[in-house]
């Protein structure tokens, strides 16, 4: 049995807006620490597989963190939230939930 999507009302979204910021603005920080971690080229490229698959959990953890909530992943760092009709969309950095497209 397939669940039906959470419909979200404007003040519904706006209150777990702060929530998924925060997971979003971590995850972002940890791939920007594994980046800083790598000090050249030739490491990045010697580490590839290995990096992708940091970089790959981290995305993961964060869009099931964002979809147990309710949300729609719909890209990296992008979240859309079902109001029924269409969809409040956000992508990080924005401060704050301001688009909607149906």
Request: some cysteine; overall charge negative; glycine content about 6%.
């Amino acid at each position: 049995m397939t669940e039906s999507p959470r419909h979200f009302t404007y003040e519904q979204a706006l209150a777990t807006f702060p929530q998924v910021f925060s997971w979003t603005e971590d995850a972002v920080r940890q791939i920007e620490a594994l980046r800083n971690r790598v000090s050249s080229r030739e490491e990045s490229e010697r580490r590839q597989e290995e990096l992708e698959e940091v970089y790959h959990e981290i995305v993961r953890r964060w869009s099931t963190q964002v979809t147990a909530l309710g949300c729609e992943v719909k890209g990296a760092w992008l979240v859309d939230w079902d109001s029924g009709g269409g969809y409040y969309c956000w992508r990080y950095p924005e401060p704050t939930l301001s688009h909607y497209h149906g």
